[in-house]
């Protein structure tokens, strides 16, 4: 089993920016993928960027690409989410979770607890 902690969530203004880091620790013999999803309330979970375990393959919803960018530090066992030009939009709970197959598309597991991510306009 993996243990994500997510960090670096706040409150900021429209068009601001933010680093999120998911710091994993636990299982250290499977090549997962790991990917960040949000939750705004009242809405659905929804996939944001998932990258592959040696850092080559890094994929994007449509509403992020260009503005988010998802990087892995090998040596910290951590995946870092800089997210640039925020809207208000994208206020949600972020958090991290694993793809055991390593592909990068699911499925899911895992959870973090989150980090809560405000902007405001």
């Known amino acids: 089993q993996v243990q994500f902690t997510e960090s670096g969530g706040g409150l900021v203004q429209d068009g601001g920016s933010l680093r999120l880091s998911c710091a994993a620790s636990?299982?250290?013999?499977?090549?997962?993928?790991t990917a960040w999803f949000r939750q705004a309330p009242g809405k659905e979970r929804e996939f944001v960027a998932a990258?592959?375990?040696?850092?080559?393959?890094?994929y994007y919803a449509p509403s992020v690409r260009g503005r988010f960018t998802i990087s892995k530090d090998h040596a910290k066992n951590t995946v870092n989410l800089q997210m640039n030009s925020l809207k208000p939009e994208d206020t949600a709970l972020y958090y991290c979770?694993?793809?055991?197959?390593?592909?990068?598309?699911?499925?899911?597991?895992?959870w973090g607890q989150g980090t809560q991510v405000t902007v405001s306009s």
């Open positions: 636990g299982d250290r013999n499977i090549n997962y993928a």
């Open positions: 990258i592959r375990w040696s850092g080559a393959n890094k």
């Open positions: 979770a694993a793809d055991k197959t390593g592909r990068g598309s699911g499925p899911w597991e895992d």
